[in-house]
């Protein structure tokens, strides 16, 4: 009986020993197939062939979405969960304008015409909406697109001015850039003080100029944007000419935020 208790307790601490070394080895790689070699050997009519691995196309996306600061919540948000049943015909046209801008990406991207803006009442799910371009451009397409938000945004400009040159510099070199809330209102009024207008236009006109896209969500519309600056609200316009939806209309069915009122 001993010898058999004695032979079991060795089994156990072998096992224990076996599941302890697996553990440490799939924490040790991020991918388990190539050993974060990026590739390996397979056998093929009886040669070792080297093989790229499919994580490489993952890493790509991962670092893709990392530098582009979308949040893991906004990384959520895709064109199959945005909802169009039951609302209003505006959503609608809405969402099936950047699902046709989606599509046609390829076409235009190189054109004047290039961008969207999805413009006017808040909650009608304009950033969701430019956010699923975004996301399917950097999972579908491997492009590079760079999220900023203009109030939040504008903060850290501020609060990191040393790098303000090189955050600009990113924001009008990245292959598509992304800008959500263009000139929040507060309290009403429009909040563009003269420095937020001269770093949005000097980073719009260069994108302007070297046919860069622009995916704008603001709840102002194109009169608006062109009253506070001419020039930057035109160059807007003429590249997000063939893409822009003015949302309006009963706030309370517009608005998916209100949708507790509407059913309360």
């Known amino acids: ?4 208790m004695k032979e079991l307790q060795e089994r156990s601490a072998q096992f224990s020993a076996d599941k ?11 991918c388990q197939v190539c050993k974060d070699e990026l590739g390996y050997l397979e056998n093929k009519d009886g040669y070792q062939v080297w093989v790229r691995c499919g994580c490489i196309e993952r890493r790509r996306i991962r670092k893709l979405m990392n530098s582009s600061d979308i949040t893991p919540e906004f990384e959520r948000l895709q064109f199959k969960n945005f909802v169009t049943e039951g609302k209003p015909e505006m959503v609608k046209v809405t969402y099936d304008t950047a699902v046709e801008y989606y599509k046609e990406f390829d076409n235009i991207r190189g054109t004047r015409n290039n961008s969207i803006a999805l413009l006017g009442q808040p909650g009608a799910g304009k950033t969701h909406l430019l956010t699923a371009i975004s996301n399917k451009l950097i999972k579908s397409k491997n492009i590079a697109v760079q999220y900023f938000p ?3 945004g504008f903060n850290d400009l501020k609060d990191d001015f040393d790098k303000l040159e090189e955050k600009l510099k990113r924001m009008k070199e990245v292959e598509v850039l992304f800008i959500d809330d263009l000139f929040k209102p507060l309290n009403g009024k429009p909040r563009a003080t003269d420095w937020q207008v001269e770093q949005t236009y000097s980073v719009i006109n ?20 062109v009253k506070i600056d001419e020039a930057l609200g035109t160059r807007i316009y003429e590249m997000c000419a063939d893409y822009v939806v003015i949302i309006k209309g009963d ?6 935020r209100l949708a507790g009122l509407r059913n309360g």
């Open 1 to 4: 009986m001993a010898a058999v």
């Open 150 to 152: 203009y109030v939040e």
């Open 206 to 225: 260069y994108r302007y100029l070297n046919h860069k896209p622009i995916l704008i969500s603001s709840e102002l519309n194109i009169e608006q944007i």
């Open 251 to 256: 706030r309370m069915l517009l608005n998916h």
């Open 20 to 30: 302890s070394a697996a553990s440490e080895e799939k924490a040790e790689y991020d």
